[in-house]
């Protein structure tokens, strides 16, 4: 039979996830993995769980396996809003960080509409973009490139376009590890204001700061235009599949409609057991010791690549987060280079896939949260001898 | 701020879920509630699910809190592959049922297409095939009723339209209760030769039969050309957002494609709890409570509207599931009396809402499974005083 003909227009700009691809061949336990965006299983404090599992079935019966709200059970979305300091009715629950970005850009984005990212950016965020058929524009948001940016806005309008969101990944971005400047985030919002375009701010790695001091959420600074994706993947664990939604209760209604017919609502034993996490002071706790945790492996990693890198390779350093980008010298390329390094038993994704056009083949992003900490030596030094 | 520019053009056929706005008004255990399709508290077995989160976190540790296969884990698919007799390359694990609709849309309906619906149908796959756009078309699958379903068939392809599917849930329907027979599935399955559409089987409440034999699915009598949607929601418990599509692999490859964008993964600690809840025959042992359970409910309820109800009004007699459809005297308004019974404490959902075209306004859809027995009488008797 020819499926082919049943198909959707979409499904011709449905993009499959490399990452994801990676997992299907290959067993991670098995080598050294620098790909993925898993957080690191020490951070997973199973006990508590076992416990909080039983406490919730205990405390809340029938309610915690029923059907729940739309918008999320109010143990959790209460939870929220005293932790990040928001009203109720401004939290949506999620099924997931990535249902946020998906869900924002299906009530927002038609065929053609224009998503400016910053390049490269987070691959789920491009998967989800280019399956709505939505045109991706990468806007340097570096400050001495101030007139570019608004040259490229304008020509855009001129030819037209919508221009629907921006999407920003202002903490420790993935895959780059970089952190958006105070002045960096006014910028943008100035331009959201004078273009008058929505920010989508996706920030699951905002509480994983190993250095410096916390930037104002771009939400903070034009809260009647954003939309703040909150994770619980990278302060709890991401099994439990949940994140949040920030913003203007107009947009969250047309959210929570369109979540209605996605999947009804969030898992319910799950949100309770997040919010007795949160209440109860474990997710405070478990973060302090995650943070000290990844502190130290991402200066392990950074002395590793200073140690065994060849010259005239360069990375960035993050202040945060679970990335950090290589660049090697012009010519090098990573997706090449893929197969061989995936056979000698190390793991990486090539840069390139983080760029909407596919450039910047000489790139890398390197997880350094995932692999135990006593086998990241082997696994630098085998990426290394194969460039 | 005027959010309206920002929405995308789907958002104009989004539809609320009266059912859904219902629940937000009313606090449901204060209420007769006929309304929603809750299962009853009383199938949960909380101490089970209490004894598999310990038992699950214990076998599988960080396993169960890390990020998984998009397809489900391969415990939660091998358990379905062997109670429902399908290769595990046929299924695929879904966040929900109610997602396992809504991804089958988006994969295969552009705006305009066609989606054939048996009439009434069930309220979320409404708002799912509206919310991208589909055209709905009822098409009435009594034996009677053979010639005038080709001539609608043959009048839609005429006017050059693309029929993608057939939305049937032919075990218990939701919301009428009734169940088609082997010559209708068949027919349907003639049809779906002939005129070169897909079947997509939504089959819930299959599992919960009081009364009578089992009859084939769809799927396995056109398994190249039927997508069957299962869920935990009705054999386990709808808190865990579980469910599963058996298809062809060439389909189940582009939604799971789509679903890395959706959420990346069905929640994973729940589907290791759903596994073990299969693998160690606590599904069985509670079904079959279930089934006892319901089946007197059922039998109750009937009775009770053959007490109370005034002379003109009539239903239907469901062999399973947890719905049966009034019809009252033509002139009656179920919309209209809507408030009243809620005012008066009483809740059901006006039928009208399960058609495409909004007619029926004589019938309503009374579910037995959620309000607790002892209450049930009382429920009758009031929403028949208000007739």
Redesign the interface.
């Known amino acids: 039979?020819n499926?082919k003909d049943?198909?959707?227009?979409?499904?011709g700009s449905?993009?499959?996830?490399p990452v994801?691809e990676i997992?299907?061949r290959v067993d991670l336990s098995k080598i050294y993995s620098f790909a993925?965006g898993?957080?690191s299983?020490e951070t997973?404090p199973?006990e508590v769980?076992?416990r909080l599992?039983?406490e919730v079935?205990?405390k809340y019966?029938?309610k915690?396996?029923?059907?729940?709200?739309?918008q999320g059970v109010p143990e959790l979305r209460q939870a929220v809003s005293e932790r990040y300091g928001v009203p109720v009715e401004n939290i949506q629950i999620t099924?997931?960080s990535?249902?946020g970005?998906?869900v924002c850009t299906?009530?927002?984005?038609?065929p053609g509409?224009v998503v400016l990212v910053s390049c490269p950016s987070y691959l789920?965020a491009l998967?989800?973009f280019a399956?709505?058929r939505a045109e991706v524009v990468g806007l340097d948001l570096s400050p001495e490139a101030g007139a570019s940016r608004i040259s490229r806005i304008e020509a855009l309008l001129a030819e037209g376009k919508k221009i629907?969101?921006f999407y920003a990944i202002p903490d420790f971005q993935n895959p780059s590890g970089e952190t958006l400047t105070l002045e960096q985030r006014s910028s943008l919002v100035d331009l959201a204001r004078k273009y008058n375009f929505?920010i989508v701010e996706d920030s699951p790695y905002r509480e994983l700061r190993y250095e410096g001091s916390s930037v104002a959420t771009i939400y903070s600074l034009a809260p009647?235009?954003t939309l703040h994706l909150g994770s619980f993947?990278k302060i709890m664990?991401?099994?439990?599949?949940l994140g949040w939604i920030i913003g203007?209760p107009?947009?969250l209604d047309?959210i929570y409609?369109?979540k209605?017919?996605?999947?009804?609502?969030?898992?319910?034993?799950?949100q309770y057991i997040a919010a007795e996490f949160m209440a109860g002071g474990e997710l405070d706790r478990n973060l302090s010791k995650s943070v000290a945790l990844y502190r130290d492996k991402r200066d392990y990693m950074l002395s590793l690549l200073e140690k065994y890198m060849p010259a005239g390779v360069s990375w960035t350093h993050p202040e945060g987060g679970l990335f950090l980008f290589v660049t090697l010298p012009e010519g090098y390329d990573t997706v090449a280079l893929y197969d061989r390094a995936l056979n000698a038993g190390v793991a990486y994704v090539a840069g390139s896939f983080f760029f909407p056009d596919g450039s910047h083949r000489n790139t890398m992003r390197l997880n350094f949260s995932f692999l135990a900490t006593e086998r990241m030596e082997a696994g630098v030094k085998l990426l290394a001898s194969l460039l």
């Open positions: 039979m499926y049943f198909f959707s227009a979409d499904t449905f993009m499959r996830s994801r997992f299907k993925g898993y957080p299983a997973f199973t769980f076992e599992a039983g079935l205990h019966g029938a915690a396996l029923q059907y729940g709200a739309t099924t997931s990535q249902q970005i998906d299906r009530v927002l984005v038609d509409d789920g998967q989800s399956s709505y629907k969101f929505l009647e235009r993947s664990a991401p099994g439990f599949r203007a107009e947009l047309m409609v369109c209605q017919s996605l999947d009804l609502c969030p898992p319910i034993l799950d």
